[in-house]
């Protein structure tokens, strides 16, 4: 069963998978993600769809102060 990566909850409706990648270092890191976080997500970088993975990271640990 997919969970969420951003709130970890489990999913049991729709689910998006995000893809993020840092074209200059070549990292790549795939999770699935619940509707809520995905729409919080979109809004927080104004709907440009990409960016690097350095900010993806930090955008989760600003929403989760709890995670490692």
Do not use: P
């Amino acid at each position: 069963m997919a969970y969420c990566v951003i709130c970890k909850d489990f999913i049991k409706e729709k689910r998006y998978k995000v893809t993020v990648e840092d074209v200059l270092q070549k990292n790549r890191f795939e999770n699935y993600v619940c509707r809520s976080c995905f729409n919080t997500l979109l809004k927080s970088h104004h709907n440009k769809g990409m960016f690097k993975l350095s900010r993806f990271l930090a955008w989760i640990r600003k929403k989760d102060i709890w995670r490692n």
